[in-house]
């Protein structure tokens, strides 16, 4: 019986050592297999950190404003009795635009028109009476009174007429007409907005530092989102003399020809101050940069020094500096004419190799322009 047991045991145990054996030898040739391993490549586009030319501009956020632009309001209250434009028609200066009920003026300075008249003629009797000693100079002094008083009633009615015969204050473009033929007008009510669009301004602010570098003059270049392939051209006409105490900057204004019209007032506008000095700068595809909490970094390709030859990729720190387009500045960091990965960044890790492929990436570009989709 205990032979049997023994017999058992050592059959249980060359069955277990032989699992072990196996187990050890299959593990052992995997560590074997993974010290040769080679990681596979990743494909990824490259670019060449090259120098260009960029001209130093200051960059802000504006607003499109008239030269002139007002809300046509009457300044007494009346009865639209007559319109004599179009919703978004072109005026001069001078234009008729509405014309309020008039006819209650329209009497009372015939009235005060005849008043006026018996006044003069009373006038001028007094006077001849005076100079025959006939009359006092109380009567003549009465009499000259009445004739101014007359007159300048007249000339209160004649205003109040032409405040009710509103007309263009400036040549302009007016926009949808508010009011309706017959339509009771209070005071201030608006009737039509007009707006002087040509020139036109832009109003933008820059931070007290740029101060010194500004001046009358400089060329403006401004983007409108309303047409993204069309840069307008203008120049800074005027710099606020006192800065804003709570945000440190100052107001600028440019001004741009808009022949065309297309600049609108209340526009959101993107400013280029265009400054005359020109700076050489390293430039690389925005897509290069990998940005993270503790700094700004691309991926620099280098060819392996290791078997078999191919290339690899070396993270590289560096320190961006102004955005042009599609493309930025690099201020540290990178020398002229080396590689790096432009697409395809977020999957890559240091030392690991790669394979070029430039034919599905678009070109960058400083002036980039969206596809129609």
Avoid: C
């Avoid at 109380?138 to 009710?164: N, V």
């Avoid at 302009?172 to 309706?180: K, S, T, W």
């Amino acid at each position: 019986m205990n032979r049997k047991i023994v017999i058992a045991i050592l059959v249980v145990l060359a069955v277990v050592g032989s699992l072990a054996g196996v187990k050890f030898l299959q593990i052992h040739a995997l560590v074997e297999a993974g010290k040769h391993a080679v990681m596979p490549a990743e494909t990824v586009s490259s670019a060449v950190v090259h120098e260009e030319k960029w001209q130093n501009t200051m960059n802000a956020i504006g607003s499109v404003v008239a030269v002139q632009g007002v809300t046509v309001t009457p300044e007494i209250e009346g009865t639209v009795s007559e319109i004599a434009f179009e919703s978004g028609a072109l005026v001069q200066k001078g234009d008729l635009l509405v014309r309020l009920d008039t006819s209650l003026e329209d009497a009372q300075l015939r009235a005060t028109v005849a008043q006026a008249d018996l006044a003069r003629l009373n006038a001028d009797r007094s006077r001849k009476l005076f100079a025959d000693k006939t009359i006092s100079q109380a009567d003549l002094d009465t009499a000259e009174a009445t004739l101014k008083q007359t007159l300048a009633d007249a000339d209160a009615i004649r205003a109040t007429i032409g405040k009710k015969t509103l007309r263009a204050p400036f040549a302009g473009r007016l926009g949808i007409r508010l009011v309706n033929l017959g339509e009771y007008l209070d005071k201030g009510k608006a009737i039509v907005s007009l707006q002087s669009l040509a020139p036109i301004y832009v109003e933008f602010s820059l931070p007290q530092q740029e101060l010194a570098q500004l001046s009358k003059g400089l060329r403006v270049r401004v983007s409108i989102d309303a047409y993204p392939d069309k840069k307008f051209e203008g120049e800074l006409s005027a710099i606020n003399p006192d800065l804003d105490p709570n945000t440190r900057s100052v107001r600028l204004q440019a001004t741009l020809a808009n022949a065309d019209q297309l600049l609108r007032p209340g526009m959101f506008a993107r400013v280029e101050v265009l400054l005359p000095v020109e700076q050489t700068v390293l430039a690389v595809p925005a897509t290069a940069v990998l940005s993270s909490p503790f700094g700004d970094s691309v991926y620099v390709i280098e060819p392996t020094t290791n078997s078999p030859p191919g290339l690899i990729v070396r993270q590289q720190f560096i320190r961006t500096g102004r955005a042009r387009g599609d493309f930025v500045s690099v201020e540290t960091g990178l020398k002229a004419g080396e590689k790096i990965a432009s697409a395809g960044i977020f999957k890559l890790r240091n030392q690991m190799p790669v394979v070029e492929n430039n034919q599905l990436a678009p070109k960058p570009s400083t002036t980039p322009k969206p596809a129609d989709t």
